[in-house]
């Protein structure tokens, strides 16, 4: 039912700084709606909100305008999973309301749909959309497709909970890294390794196209190590960085990413860092069982299972391997299927492919 494209947006929230400030504008565009507002909320008001709106209208909203947004009213009276619409009756005495005029009307909101999921200790999450571009009111097939996105955000949420820990010194940002299933490393500038992960360790190890040189990460093809140490130098500086295709051996290849590290990270010691991500080209995601279990409240077997379909089994193989009827395998997948919010293989396949390369404990 969601792209692709769309379920990578939504779990890159699990470990990527600005996939949550990204992900309304992903949502209201896959849907056709002009404008998206994500809120995690606590005590009655939002602690981390991120909307197509311009920074001011946004601090404008947390400020002041949150507490009389009537739409957020009839949101805390739906029940968690369901859809959040309006009736008629409702949205004309929105049309009334000191928020719509001062504030609402200024964005062009109207058509407020959305979907209200808990989060735990307290918090919960709202994900709103507005200004429909495809009909005049919400459909019911929008309706359906928000209760799906709902319960994926509320996932990709809770598993960035769980990882939770990469702001602060340098030992917890340490343990954040080493979480991570492909090679990350921190420099400085000039390409020192400041951090380098486990899985990071064994790549450059078994060859990788990266190297550490008298302390430095450069590439194993010389006639690249320049184009890299630029990138690394851009994005200590306040450039984006940028991605490379580093050979590795006589067929394969490396893809490697450069970003600067994110501001609040807080990394010790002054100077600007940045985070170099990499992986061999094809390489298998290793999808862990455990992030399964924790995350979509799968069992043990049903995880077992899953991770079987993404590295190319077949239901008559994984059955045959775990000594068990097809048809038990085939009522595991339908379990998988609920608990996932997919409903057929194919999309299962795809659905786990997009999820974050992270390690659970």
């Given at each position: 039912?969601?792209?692709?494209?769309?379920?990578?947006?939504?779990?890159?929230?699990?470990?990527?700084?600005?996939?949550?400030?990204?992900?309304?504008?992903?949502?209201?565009?896959?849907?056709?709606?002009?404008?998206?507002?994500?809120?995690?909320?606590?005590?009655?008001?939002?602690?981390?909100?991120?909307m197509t709106q311009?920074?001011?209208?946004?601090?404008?909203?947390?400020?002041?305008?949150?507490?009389?947004?009537?739409?957020?009213?009839?949101?805390?009276?739906?029940?968690?999973?369901?859809?959040?619409?309006t009736d008629i009756?409702?949205?004309?005495?929105?049309?009334?309301?000191?928020?719509?005029?001062?504030?609402?009307?200024?964005?062009?909101?109207?058509?407020?749909?959305?979907?209200?999921?808990?989060?735990?200790?307290?918090?919960?999450?709202?994900?709103?959309?507005?200004?429909?571009?495809?009909?005049?009111?919400?459909?019911?097939?929008?309706?359906?497709?928000?209760?799906?996105?709902?319960?994926?955000?509320?996932?990709?949420?809770?598993?960035?909970?769980?990882?939770?820990?990469?702001?602060?010194?340098?030992g917890t940002l340490?343990?954040?890294?080493?979480?991570?299933?492909?090679?990350?490393?921190?420099?400085?500038?000039?390409?020192?390794?400041?951090?380098?992960?486990?899985?990071?360790?064994?790549?450059?190890?078994?060859?990788?196209?990266?190297?550490?040189?008298?302390?430095?990460?450069?590439?194993?093809?010389?006639?690249?190590?320049?184009?890299?140490?630029?990138?690394?130098?851009?994005?200590?500086?306040?450039?984006?960085?940028?991605?490379?295709?580093?050979?590795?051996?006589?067929?394969?290849?490396?893809?490697?990413?450069?970003?600067?590290?994110?501001?609040?990270?807080?990394?010790?010691?002054?100077?600007?860092?940045?985070?170099?991500?990499?992986?061999?080209?094809?390489?298998?995601?290793?999808?862990?069982?455990?992030?399964?279990?924790?995350?979509?409240?799968?069992?043990?077997?049903?995880?077992?299972?899953?991770?079987?379909?993404?590295?190319?089994?077949?239901?008559?193989?994984?059955?045959?391997?775990?000594?068990?009827?097809?048809?038990?395998?085939?009522?595991?997948?339908?379990?998988?299927?609920?608990?996932?919010?997919?409903?057929?293989?194919?999309?299962?396949?795809?659905?786990?492919?997009?999820?974050?390369?992270?390690?659970?404990?």
């Amino acid at each position: 039912m969601l792209s692709e494209t769309l379920l990578a947006s939504i779990y890159a929230i699990a470990t990527e700084q600005q996939a949550f400030g990204d992900i309304s504008g992903v949502i209201a565009s896959e849907l056709g709606y002009g404008h998206g507002l994500i809120s995690i909320s606590s005590g009655g008001g939002p602690v981390e909100l991120a909307m197509t709106q311009a920074p001011e209208v946004m601090q404008g909203y947390l400020d002041y305008y949150h507490k009389l947004d009537p739409w957020a009213g009839v949101a805390a009276r739906t029940r968690y999973g369901e859809a959040i619409v309006t009736d008629i009756e409702q949205r004309q005495q929105f049309y009334d309301t000191e928020f719509y005029v001062d504030f609402a009307f200024q964005i062009g909101m109207v058509d407020p749909l959305g979907v209200r999921m808990p989060l735990g200790k307290g918090t919960e999450l709202l994900v709103g959309l507005n200004q429909a571009l495809r009909s005049t009111h919400p459909t019911p097939e929008d309706e359906q497709i928000m209760l799906v996105i709902g319960r994926h955000l509320q996932r990709a949420v809770q598993l960035r909970q769980q990882l939770s820990g990469v702001v602060g010194d340098r030992g917890t940002l340490l343990a954040a890294l080493d979480r991570v299933a492909f090679g990350m490393a921190i420099t400085t500038a000039d390409g020192r390794v400041q951090a380098l992960n486990k899985a990071g360790e064994g790549a450059i190890a078994s060859g990788c196209g990266l190297l550490v040189r008298k302390g430095f990460l450069t590439a194993q093809d010389g006639s690249m190590a320049g184009a890299l140490a630029l990138l690394i130098r851009d994005a200590s500086n306040g450039g984006s960085g940028g991605a490379l295709r580093l050979r590795a051996g006589l067929d394969s290849f490396a893809n490697v990413l450069v970003a600067p590290l994110p501001p609040n990270s807080d990394w010790p010691g002054s100077g600007s860092r940045t985070l170099v991500a990499f992986r061999l080209s094809g390489a298998p995601t290793h999808l862990n069982a455990h992030l399964l279990i924790s995350t979509f409240g799968l069992s043990r077997g049903e995880a077992q299972v899953a991770v079987a379909l993404t590295e190319g089994k077949s239901g008559e193989e994984i059955a045959l391997a775990r000594g068990v009827k097809t048809t038990t395998i085939k009522s595991q997948l339908q379990s998988i299927f609920i608990k996932t919010g997919t409903s057929s293989q194919r999309e299962l396949v795809g659905f786990l492919a997009a999820l974050p390369a992270v390690v659970v404990d």
